[in-house]
């Protein structure tokens, strides 16, 4: 199907009401782009009104929990230099200055896998909406010390055993990056992910102490998006190592029936991914040779349709016979 048959198939569906607080979306299929299309509406940086927004290619949008997809990309990249610990290695050991929680044995028998695959079993609730210190991703962010309190967390369920969305897992796992290659976070994905696919121009927000806010600080275009979804889809392009994203892409543990999770990146029996919080999507589908990024502004809503309308409505539905 053309690309002007899919354009107009997001017009309609513009029109109809259907993707309201579409911001942009770029999908590619054989090379091609297929589908690029940019919006108006009230955006935010986190929770800091930016106003009514005209988004243009160039435009940064909050990309939020598909900070953590990056964080996973650049854990691979340094596990391949040696500079942060195997999968399967205790967690607290890299976290010498906490010597009381490694003392308590269910504490200490967690591994860097249960991070990297959000199966700690500690009690974690981000249900609250993100502006709420009853959010544990808020709260570790209002912490004295966050990694503190993301390890010192009651155990809740046998570790490795259920997967449970956790901001938390994330912080942990890039401070293992920024202790393994004395770089702070942001600095270490310029120049081993982002300059290497050619993505010159980012932020990336912190929190009150400075420190890079990995769960889902990350300001990206979509474009940008669809370059690490292509990157993705071409099995690292040489900038991931290969053997991590076969890994990482590997649904170690089933979330329901129709998807799983691997290192930091979700998997479903045709596609791999990323979501992020008001609409915000990587969507890999090999067999098709198909990328999409979709950027929203839905932020805190309980359903967030957009993003899946333009997937399914738009593009699945167009480019399928």
Known sequence: MSSDTLTDRLTLAVERGR?????????????????????????FRLNEPLGRVRFTPGTLHDVRSITKNVVGLLYGIALADGEVPEPREPLLRHF????????????????VEHALTMTLGLEWDESAPYTSAANSEVAMELAPDRYRYVLGQRIVDEPGSRWSYCGGATALVARLIEKGTGRGVADYA???????????RFEWSTGADGVAMAAAGLRLTPRDLLAIGRLVLDGGGGVVPSSWLKAALHPHVRIDEGSGYGYHWYSGDTWTGGFGNGGQRIYVAPALDLVVAVTAGQYDRPDQPTASVVLDEVILAGIRP
């Open 19 to 43: 993707v309201p607080d579409l911001h942009g979306v770029v999908a590619v299929r054989h090379g091609r782009v297929i589908l690029e299309h940019y919006g108006e509406g009230e955006d």
């Open 96 to 111: 010498p200055e906490y010597p009381d929680l490694a003392e308590d044995p269910p504490r200490a028998a967690l591994t």
């Open 190 to 200: 310029r120049a081993r992910l982002f300059e290497p696919l050619g993505i010159a």
